[in-house]
């Protein structure tokens, strides 16, 4: 009696541990990942030094108190 109760529990043992490994190797076969594509917006740039506005030197300024 004593040894068919341990026959039992190791059967149940490495049904248990068969079930396991076919459960984790159904999630370790597959890669799993996301590809994304970033696209890089660069600035324009600007080749003078200065930039000319129209007109500004010529508008008087009359918020500014000397």
């Not at 994304?36 to 008087?60: G, L, Q």
């Amino acid at each position: 009696m004593k040894r068919k109760r341990i026959i039992t529990i190791l059967t149940y043992v490495l049904l248990a541990a068969a079930w396991g490994a076919i459960f984790v190797s159904l999630f370790t076969a597959c890669n799993v990942y996301e590809d994304t594509t970033v696209e890089v917006i660069r600035c324009p740039t600007i080749d003078a030094d200065t930039v000319m506005i129209p007109d500004w030197e010529d508008v008087p300024n009359d918020s500014v108190e000397y």
